[in-house]
């Protein structure tokens, strides 16, 4: 049976060098700040900025919060991401998504400032990271990263295959597998037998959005096994991408969902705004 990578853990053990790497800065008379805008009330985006102001503060992070009605045009967006971006107190500003549907989401991702772009998403920074120099790293591949870091999992020409190819999770994590020397095939809905190609990773990293669709004979024996998919089944049941169980008895570590990579998204978040708090301090 796979032992359980555990991202609760893993977490809580990088909030508390974040915790302690902000202590400093204080001594330097320098707090870390968070800008989080909410656009209208989305219940899911709630909770995750609620979770998040819960994390700046066992942080010691000053969290900015600003609320916007629904109704919010997008010019007033722009006009405060632009404030954010000259507030010294700030930086890392983060934009809520979804927005209202009369929201561009990528002119408003294009209009936060690259050096305070603690999600990653800005071009700049997706471009950094293609060419190897990056400057933030968007945060659940970069939590997915840690944990194989944490679980002393060196890629150095293993075989990676990442399940799913979108910008916020498959792209990136691909892009910073290759940066530790795996060697890196990235599959989607229309990659040709995709079981046979599973079969052949050391390390499967699944962030295709599909309940269990990873099957466990899917998995090589003694495979690292990362599931980044959240899927909610009937009422109360979450599921990630892999089927957990029968992938658990082939693999030789393996995430649980939840209590996986979930944890580390916000975790890496304040990681990364407290990086750019010591870029300012080093200014």
Known sequence: MANIIDGKAIAAEIREEISSGVASLKEKNITPGLAVVLVGDDPASRVYVTMKEKACAQTGIFSDEHKLSAETSEEELLSLIAQLNNDERIDGILVQLPLPDHIDESKILDAISPTKDVDGFHPYNVGRLATGTPLFQPCTPYGVMKMLEKTGVDLTGKEVVVV?????????????????????????????DLPAKVRQADVVIAAVGRPEMIKGDWIKEGAVVI??????????????DVDFAAAGERASAITPVPGGVGPMTITMLLYNTLESAKRRGNS
């Not at 691909?174 to 940066?179: E, G, R, S």
């Open 164 to 192: 799913g190819r979108s910008n916020i999770v498959g792209k990136p994590v691909a892009l910073m597998c290759l940066a530790q020397h795996a060697t890196v095939t990235l599959c989607h809905s229309r990659t040709a």
């Open 227 to 240: 599931d980044v998919g959240v899927n909610r089944v009937g009422e109360k049941k979450l599921v990630g």
